[in-house]
């Protein structure tokens, strides 16, 4: 027997190694089957190569626990070591600098594990004792048994070991002892090894026997040696693809499409990328590609290899030349990661492209859940934009779809204003918005809808990239003003009979904290609705951002700020504009002609000062300023109270208004009640 000290510069390594490395304890088990499969794949070249001439037999690795001894084995019969090769590779870890390191990299076992070729060494993990126990393939090679506590000293002996190949046996640690149940080997072999490329069995199959569960002779194998990424998509159906799928994501409904990855140069990978259902959160969504390094699992988190919006995507990606076991920045800056994330996204839009040209049809019918990807990608990435340019879709409220080019050509003629911009109406909800959009239909308008999670953003990236475009919700304004084309003649309000009739309403329009009404009038022609509510463009669209990117946080603090419009042409505006003079022009009579003085004087006052240096203004002069300030305001209150007045008796008033708040959602609880008792009082 000899004994010797295992070749590492750090005192006591292992004690390091457990205790940084505590968070990811579990892929020892990846490590020891991978060092497995490694072995017997080692040993199949050889026998290619004729290096190797006995039988190699049926190549396997084998699992097992055992309880009572606090063991799990790694079995395989691959190329096994003689006592230099155990010598060379296990004993002399090149570690310098080791504290160094570990102390950096203390929360990321992979980086580590990977960087040091510490995989055989993550066992002690979860170890207080490890064996291997191995005969080499070579001629004559005599069987050797090495053995470490956890402390740099090792033993190394002669076995008794008669077939070739390696077991490494670990005493699992009293601390670990949840890895000695078998439900949770089971869990990790199949989160780790389920596709690696040579058969793992774990224990034997079982059956039912005499109302007992009894093991058959059958090996438990756990994987699947050849999972579908590693074949050619000629020889794959579209069943075997959803299959793989459903296999992957149980839960999950079937995906759209899929895209199927093989590439040789200049970097190597191969998988499957799914296009799945989004349903709601977006975010619930992301990290469920998982990454293989030559089919072994490493991760499920693939930021940094895959472009940001495609982690939206399902799917497996393997590729040997990812450095999977560096840290994540050390990932995002690796050139051959760069490369891989602009295939990715050519390949996706490649794909996309040809579905949109070959099937127009059957990608109109996935648009709807397609919609989100497309767009996440085109504001997220300008490369991908110039792509997606040419097949993403617009619908309509008529559900009908057009690319963006179409849907220029459609609108050009009708819906370009006097300027010579182009003006895009949409809706967000078909429901809340109908009358509007009937409005604008009428119009022969075409009205978008636009209710997709990622639409707000995406009208402000379209209104960049396209030339004199403006896009605009139908309730922004009133139909007149959405689109203004050549100025007509319809009648205007006189100013000041205008103002008065906005006071009215206006004085009696709810008070909230949250939201904000402002009253104008406008000629609308005597069809249209006598009262239309509308909300400003930018505001709106403002508040929107603001919910979905921080830093905004203050127009979300914002009220809603609606405008109240009076259509001047309808009859019963013009009826209480009528009725309202009438009844008020007594008690404004005396209070406008005190305005109209004082308005004068205001204006003398002002010519005097303009004419004067600011220092050659006297006190009086202010003085009497500030008074006329102050006569104008009273004046105008009293004014306000009597069209307050005549407002607040008037139940035309509060029924147009109630019948406008009503049309767009917003009459609610006691004024609902109060409009309903109202409206009965009124037909009885
Ligand atoms: P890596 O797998 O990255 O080389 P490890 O620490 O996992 O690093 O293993 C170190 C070396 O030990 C391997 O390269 C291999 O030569 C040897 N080894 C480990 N496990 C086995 C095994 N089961 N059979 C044969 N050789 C093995
Ligand atoms: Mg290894």
């Known amino acids: 027997m000899q004994k010797g000290n295992i070749g590492v510069t750090t005192e006591n390594i292992f004690p390091v190694i457990k205790k940084f490395l505590y968070s990811d304890h579990e892929i020892f088990l990846r490590e020891i089957v991978s060092n497995a499969v490694d072995a017997t794949q080692k040993l199949k070249t050889l026998a290619n190569k004729g290096e190797f001439k006995g039988e190699t037999g049926e190549l396997k690795v084998n699992v097992s626990v055992d309880k009572d001894k606090g063991t799990i084995t790694v079995s395989d019969n691959g190329l096994g070591m003689t006592e230099e090769e155990i010598e060379k590779y296990i004993n002399q870890i090149a570690f310098s600098g080791a504290n160094d390191f570990l102390d950096k990299y203390k929360d990321d076992a992979n980086a580590i594990i990977g960087h040091f070729g510490l995989g055989f060494y993550s066992s002690f993990m979860v170890s207080k004792k490890v064996e291997i126990n191995t005969k080499s393939y070579k001629e004559d090679a005599k069987a050797v048994k090495w053995s470490c506590d956890g402390s740099p000293a090792y033993e190394i002996a002669e076995s008794d070991k008669s077939n070739r190949g390696t077991d490494i046996i670990m005493y699992i640690d009293d601390d670990c002892k949840e890895f000695l149940e078998k439900n949770k080997i089971q869990e990790l072999l199949n989160k780790y090894c389920r596709f690696l490329p040579v058969p793992v069995a774990f224990g034997k199959k079982t059956e039912w026997k005499d109302g007992k569960q009894v093991d058959t002779d059958e090996d438990n194998i756990i994987n699947d ?158 490369d991908f934009y110039d792509k997606a340019k040419n097949f993403a879709l617009l619908k309509d409220c008529d559900g009908k779809y057009f690319t963006f080019e179409e849907y220029q050509t459609l609108i050009k003629d ?229 069209l307050a007045g005549y407002g607040n008796d008037n139940s035309k008033v509060h029924q147009l208004i109630d019948l406008a708040l009503l049309q767009n959602g917003m009459l609610k609880g006691e004024a609902l009640n109060n409009f309903v008792k109202r409206s009965i009082n009124l037909i009885k």
């Not at 093989?262 to 990978?269: M, T």
């Not at 930021?303 to 999977?324: K, R």
């Not at 139909?479 to 103002?499: C, G, P, T, W, Y």
């Not at 006071?503 to 904000?516: D, L, S, V, W």
């Open 414 to 642: 009708n819906q370009t204003d006097k300027e010579g911009q182009l003006i895009y109406l949409y809706a967000q909800d078909k429901e809340a918005q109908f009358s509007y959009i009937e409005t604008a239909k009428n119009k022969g308008y075409n009205v978008l809808l636009l209710d997709g999670q990622l639409d707000t953003p995406v009208v402000s990236l379209l209104e960049r990239k396209f030339e004199k475009s403006r896009f605009t919700r139908v309730d922004a304004d009133v139909i007149d003003r959405l689109i203004v084309k050549e100025s007509d003649n319809k009648s205007v309000l006189e100013a000041n009979r205008s103002a008065n009739l906005s006071a009215i309403f206006q004085a009696q329009m709810p008070k909230g904290e949250k939201t904000e009404f402002h009253v104008e009038t406008q000629a609308m022609g005597e069809e249209s609705m006598p009262v239309v509510i509308t909300q400003s463009e930018y505001m709106r669209r403002m508040k929107e951002m603001a919910q979905i990117q921080p830093g905004m946080s203050f127009y979300g603090e914002m009220p809603d700020m609606y405008n109240l419009v009076l259509n001047t042409d309808h009859a019963l505006i013009k009826e209480v504009l009528g009725d309202s003079e009438a009844a008020t022009s007594e008690a404004l009579k005396p209070i406008e002609a005190e305005l109209k003085g004082l308005h004068a004087r205001q204006a003398i006052l002002r010519q005097q000062q303009d004419q004067k240096k600011p220092e050659e203004i006297t006190q009086e002069e202010k003085d009497n300023m500030t008074k006329c300030n102050e006569d104008i305001d009273a004046q105008e209150k009293l004014k306000q109270e009597v």
């Open 225 to 382: 040696t050849t999972p579908i990424w590693t074949k050619k998509p000629s020889d794959l159906k579209d069943e075997d693809y959803k299959k793989f799928y459903r296999q992957l994501y149980p839960m999950s409904d079937e995906p759209l499409f899929w895209i199927h990855l093989n590439v040789d140069f200049p970097f190597h990978l191969t998988g499957i990328l799914y296009f799945p259902k989004i349903k709601h959160n977006i975010e619930l969504q992301r990290n469920k590609i998982q990454l293989y390094c030559n089919q072994v699992y490493v991760t499920d988190s693939v930021e940094g290899i895959v472009p940001d919006f495609l982690t939206l995507l399902h799917g497996v990606i393997d590729s040997p030349d990812i450095p999977l076991n560096v840290s994540r920045s050390y990932l995002q800056s690796d050139s051959n990661v760069k490369k891989i994330s602009g295939y990715i996204t050519k390949k996706v839009s490649d794909r996309l492209q040809s579905i949109f040209k070959n099937d127009r049809k059957d990608f109109e019918q996935k648009w709807d859940d397609l919609k989100i990807f497309i767009n996440y990608g085109m504001l997220t990435q300008d």
